[in-house]
Nanobody
Framework: QVQLVESGGGLVQAGGSLRVSCAAS????????MGWFRQAPGKEREFVVG????????RYVDSVKGRLTISRDNAKNTVYLQMNSLKPEDTAVYYC????????????????????WGQGTQVTVSS
């Protein structure tokens, strides 16, 4: 089992940047593909980006390509989401999620694939 704790959210003006982090407990972090999802008020939770166990493969939703970057440090049991050129429509609670997988280069984009979730961190982008 793994526990996930997000941090780094906050309030930023449009065009600004934030980096959110997700720290995982346990010694098997490298066995998990990771993902970031977000949920805006009144909307469904949506996939943002996923990263493979190895970190070599990523997948982004079209609306964030070129602005958000996912990375992971398996030695630190942490996955990061660097967010640049933020827009008001990026305002949401951001959740990290983990999926234990045998496949080192697989990326998962369905919420149902993920086994563990963090509590979320609020990102607010003002116009």
């Amino acid at each position: 089992q793994v526990q996930l704790v997000e941090s780094g959210g906050g309030l930023v003006q449009a065009g600004g940047s934030l980096r959110v982090s997700c720290a995982a407990s346990g010694r098997t972090f490298s066995s998990y593909a990771m993902g970031w999802f977000r949920q805006a008020p009144g909307k469904e939770r949506e996939f943002v980006v996923g990263i493979s166990r190895s970190g070599e493969k990523t997948r982004y939703v079209d609306s964030v390509k070129g602005r958000l970057t996912i990375s992971r440090d398996n030695a630190k049991n942490t996955v990061y989401l660097q967010m640049n050129s933020l827009k008001p429509e990026d305002t949401a609670v951001y959740y990290c999620a983990a999926h234990r997988t045998y496949f080192s280069n697989s990326v998962y984009y369905s919420a149902g694939d993920y086994d563990y979730w963090g509590q979320g961190t609020q990102v607010t982008v003002s116009s």
